[in-house]
């Protein structure tokens, strides 16, 4: 029996070349600009891909998955208020802020950054990844 290395979601079936260009879109968009660590993980709290700068030694897996019960939370929240959805979440802490941002309906990005980025840097290449990660599926 072979080794398959497609990993399937719903809709999404996403081959190691893919992957690759996931993770350097993170490399190259995210942690070159300065942020800590950045995650595609997918609604169950699972990742998908990461990268890091290196130092980061938060425990990830824990991470991903409240990030996806916080934003279910959230989008429940704009549900009720009369939002179909709010697509970007931001926290922001003493020492490190994190920031998620819905890909698809399946996937979010969570980047975790410091005070040398500021938000709306962050924002601006957190957007142009998010097209490129989209970019992947097209």
């Excluded at 070349?17 to 996931?22: D, K």
């Excluded at 968009?29 to 169950?44: E, F, Y």
Aim: net charge negative.
């Amino acid at each position: 029996m072979g080794y398959d290395d497609n990993v399937t979601f719903t809709d999404y079936t996403l081959g190691q070349e893919q992957l690759e260009l996931i993770e350097n879109v993170l490399e190259s968009d995210l942690i070159k600009s300065g942020v800590h660590s950045a995650l595609l993980i997918d609604m169950a709290g699972n990742i998908i891909a990461q990268r890091d700068n290196g130092k980061c030694d938060h425990d990830l897996y824990s991470l991903a998955a409240l990030a996806s019960a916080n934003f279910a939370a959230v989008d429940t929240m704009a549900k009720i208020v009369g939002e179909e959805e709010f697509s970007l979440l931001f926290h922001k802490g003493e020492n490190e802020n994190i920031h998620f941002s819905k890909v698809h309906t399946e996937f979010l990005l969570i980047t975790i950054f410091g005070k040398d980025v500021t938000l709306g840097m962050l924002r601006l290449k957190v957007a142009g990844a998010v097209e490129k990660i989209r970019g992947v599926w097209s």
